[in-house]
């Protein structure tokens, strides 16, 4: 148990060190032994040193709010500006005076202006974070096996593909989708399986107003396939009341891949995505 000198001459070398940049654990090793409560309360009043501050993902957003409710804005303007809540807001604010009174027009240009200023950092920044994880997951992958490129395909096709039913049985191999890796990615499972390539045939669909030579020439590059492979497209008639957001020089509509004689393929398909799904049961 310390006298009450003791005590005083610890609470001097303690704050002395913590004014010098030491961290609790430093001064511990410096001064001895003590308790937790012991250190409080010699460091009581005594903000620590920067750089043993954690770094704070909100730290900009605070930073933010303090700039704009000294521009005069109110709680409800700073939080809808930054996307937090009002309790957030009044905590990062609260000890800044009330501002003068703004006319409501002044706020909103007031709000707008932080928000965008806010949003031509943290845009970029957030792209920036999506890419990455993109590209590392990207990276996991790696090249594909032929029982891997089996296994895609097949998933690939029973997602996408046309299915048969017990109401309507129909043993065809019909895929379609607008991703143009998607269309790539199947057509290797074909050359896997040992389809010819010559014996596919292709339909483009796509609405009425696009460029459809156009998207048909893109398509047949794409795919390395010949005018006569085309069936004629498939046009989508437009709805007046539709607002469609599938437009301009990059929409080419969605490219059909159908198996002359495949009705055995389907047969495999089905019975590899039977095959896919129990073992993906067996496993839990």
Request: glycine share 8%; charged share 30%; with cysteine.
């Given at each position: 148990?310390?006298?009450?000198?003791?005590?005083?001459?610890?609470?001097?070398?303690?704050?002395?060190?913590?004014?010098?940049?030491?961290?609790?654990?430093?001064?511990?090793?410096?001064?001895?032994?003590?308790?937790?409560?012991?250190?409080?309360?010699a460091l009581k009043g005594e903000p620590p040193p920067e750089w043993t501050r954690r770094p704070n993902a909100k730290d900009e957003l605070r930073a933010t709010a303090r700039s704009l409710r000294e521009e005069g804005l109110d709680y409800e303007e700073i939080a809808a500006a930054l996307g937090v809540s009002k309790s957030s807001v009044s905590l990062w604010v609260r000890s800044l005076p009330l501002p003068a009174r703004l006319s409501y027009a002044e706020c909103r240009k007031r709000a707008a202006?932080?928000?965008?200023?806010?949003?031509?950092?943290?845009?970029?920044?957030?792209?920036?974070?999506?890419?990455?994880?993109?590209?590392?997951?990207?990276?996991?992958?790696?090249?594909?096996?032929?029982?891997?490129?089996l296994i895609a395909g097949t998933i690939a096709y029973w997602c996408e593909g046309a299915k048969s039913k017990p109401h309507r049985l129909a043993e065809r191999v019909s895929f379609i989708n607008s991703d143009p890796g998607l269309i790539l990615l199947f057509l290797r499972f074909l050359d896997q399986v040992g389809v010819n390539r010559d014996s596919i045939r292709y339909r483009v669909h796509i609405h009425e107003t696009a460029e459809v030579e156009a998207?048909?020439?893109?398509?047949?590059?794409?795919?390395?396939?010949?005018?006569?492979?085309?069936?004629?497209?498939?046009?989508?008639?437009?709805?007046?009341?539709t607002n469609r957001k599938n437009v301009?020089?990059?929409?080419?509509?969605?490219?059909?891949?159908?198996?002359?004689?495949?009705?055995?393929?389907?047969?495999?398909?089905?019975?590899?995505a039977a095959g896919i799904i129990a073992a993906a049961k067996s496993t839990r």
């Open positions: 148990m310390r006298t009450p000198q003791e005590l005083a001459l610890l609470k001097e070398r303690a704050v002395t060190l913590r004014r010098q940049g030491k961290s609790r654990r430093q001064i511990k090793e410096i001064l001895g032994p003590m308790s937790n409560s012991t250190l409080d309360e202006e932080g928000a965008h200023r806010y949003w031509a950092t943290e845009r970029p920044a957030r792209e920036a974070r999506r890419a990455a994880a993109r590209e590392a997951a990207a990276a996991q992958i790696g090249a594909l096996t032929d029982r891997e490129l998207a048909t020439r893109y398509w047949a590059g794409l795919v390395g396939a010949t005018a006569q492979q085309f069936h004629r497209p498939n046009l989508k008639r437009g709805n007046p009341r301009g020089a990059e929409y080419r509509g969605c490219l059909q891949i159908c198996v002359a004689l495949g009705s055995e393929l389907y047969r495999q398909i089905e019975g590899w």
